[in-house]
T-cell receptor, first 112, second 116 residues
């Protein structure tokens, strides 16, 4: 099993739709979680940290389910500008270090 | 606008050339990173500097040589690269490195490198 897994998509949704992505992780001792957004040929940008109690930022909601070892990202009222790849990142213990493990990303296309 | 600045934005080099990538941040961050990203793949960590000392080298070939002259600057020296080294090279910074809560990374816009 991969350390961090995401459905690569692509997810094609119409403007205004609600879309949700999941990301599963294998290490139950993982301590922190992030969603990054990456536009084509651009750098990744931090979208949200994911907190145990769940958190919301405008149209975006992130949830953590420790029992089932996944995090989710919900986007409401999708905009054309939401089209991007969404990368899940998990902070894991790796020996004496901690390491950020990146998922392969989920591609979202919002269509007019 | 990104607060991590990378130059150059594009670079084409031959296999015998020597070139350097540069990165600068003025956020007072004490950790800086080099990542390599191939198309349709996630970023792949190469090096981490923490308080200007090399903390992580992810078994990167010696043809890539990082340098951290001070807390704001990070360089990546390139020599005798191979065509398969063509990729987007991303610099990132974070407040510190190695915390329990993980690091929020701020990326530069990257250098698109082509090795001929």
């Amino acid at each position: 099993r991969k350390e961090v897994e995401q459905d690569p998509g692509p997810f094609n949704v119409p403007e205004g739709a609600t879309v949700a992505f999941n990301c599963t992780y294998s290490n139950s001792a993982s301590q922190s979680f992030f969603w990054y957004r990456q536009d084509c040929r651009k750098e990744p940008k931090l979208l949200m940290s994911v907190y145990s109690s769940g958190n919301e930022d405008g149209r975006f909601t992130a949830q953590l389910n420790r029992a089932s070892q996944y995090i989710s990202l919900l986007i409401r009222d999708s905009k054309l500008s939401d089209s991007a790849t969404y990368l899940c990142v998990v902070n894991m213990n790796a020996g004496n270090n901690r390491k950020l493990i990146w998922g392969l990303g989920t591609s979202l296309a919002v269509n007019p | 606008d990104t607060e991590v600045t990378q130059t150059p934005k594009h670079l084409v080099m031959g296999m015998t050339n020597k070139k350097s990538l540069k990165c600068e941040q003025h956020m007072g961050h004490r950790a800086m990173y080099w990542y390599k990203q191939k198309a349709k793949k996630p970023p792949e960590l190469m090096f981490v500097y923490s308080y200007e000392k090399l903390s992580i080298n992810e078994s990167v070939p010696s043809r890539f040589s990082p340098e951290c002259p001070n807390s704001s600057l990070l360089n990546l020296h390139l020599h005798a690269l191979q065509p398969e080294d063509s990729a987007l090279y991303l610099c990132a910074s974070s407040q510190v490195y190695g915390t329990e809560r993980g690091e929020k990374l701020f990326f530069g816009s990257g250098t698109q490198l082509s090795v001929l």
